[in-house]
């Protein structure tokens, strides 16, 4: 806090603080004149003012519609409003027929006149009303998005492990007996060479049946398909199936890029 001589405030002003700026200017601390709504001032005033004409406004209403025999109580027809009195000026006519006439001032009495609105003004707990079926509406609206989010997850949740569970599912060609014929079984127990060789000769027997894209496609997916059979219940035999799976498809490349 900045340190400075307070001056004695009279009355409809308030102390202002003193402040440093940005600059580092010390401003002094000063009398300030009251503005503020809760303070007595101007603007108070101002709303005195309007409060008193009002109420005089609504005695001349009273008067008048005293005077015509409207009692006050009862309200206008439907699609109809009551206009409050009011003074008329003075003034001179500049259109018409009555052109030039001056005119005196007036008090014109209150009346019904013709709502210039189509849509009824909706009393307070019309609007209520509204607005909690405005909230009970969103509520229903946020739940049921909440819903449709769900039901999309858990759909694709379900596709997911439909997809999984088709991954998960091999099915093994017909002729993929003729693996163990041409004398590649009991991997664990032979070299790569013999096991190389024997995928070799079933190759040299499919390439007239089946043409060269087909048969190495066939024995790739073979070898892969005995590594996924055999990862989690025998998984070195699953890493031998998965080398020689390697070396023929790298042999295939080698065939391909020549």
């Known amino acids: ?3 400075t001589k307070k001056p004695i405030c009279p009355s ?3 102390l ?3 402040y440093k700026t940005n600059r580092g200017n010390v401003i002094q601390s000063r009398c300030i004149q009251n503005t503020g709504v809760i303070s007595p001032a101007k603007s108070i005033n101002k ?3 309007i409060i008193a004409n009002s109420k005089k406004r609504s005695i001349k209403a009273i008067k008048y519609s005293k005077q015509i025999n409207i009692p006050i109580t009862e309200g206008c027809k439907e699609g109809e409003i009551l206009r409050r009195g009011y003074r008329r000026k003075s003034y001179n006519r500049r259109q018409g027929k009555y052109k030039g006439i001056h005119y005196r001032h007036a008090d014109v009495s209150p009346g019904c006149i013709k709502k210039r609105t189509k849509n009824k003004v909706p009393t307070r707990k019309e609007k209520k009303e509204s607005k909690s079926s405005i909230k009970h509406k969103s509520s229903i609206k946020h739940k049921s ?3 449709h989010k769900s039901s999309i997850k858990s759909s694709k949740r379900s596709k997911k492990s439909i997809k999984k569970q088709s991954s998960s599912i091999i099915i093994l060609d017909k002729d993929d007996h003729l693996l163990s014929e041409y004398g590649y079984f009991d991997v664990a127990n032979k070299s790569k ?3 190389i060789l024997s995928l070799h000769k079933l190759i040299n027997y499919f390439l007239p049946i089946k ?3 087909a048969t190495y496609n066939y024995i790739i997916k073979a070898l892969n398909a005995r590594y996924i059979l055999n990862k ?4 070195k035999t699953a890493l031998i199936f998965k080398s020689d799976q390697k070396t023929i498809s790298k042999y295939y490349k080698t065939i391909k890029n020549k």
């Open 211 to 213: 043409g060269e894209m």
């Open 12 to 14: 409809g002003y308030n």
């Open 16 to 18: 202002k603080n003193a």
């Open 193 to 195: 060479s013999e096991r």
């Open 47 to 49: 709303k005195l003012k």
């Open 232 to 235: 989690n219940s025998n998984p």
């Open 1 to 3: 806090m900045i340190k």
């Open 145 to 147: 998005i909440i819903k």
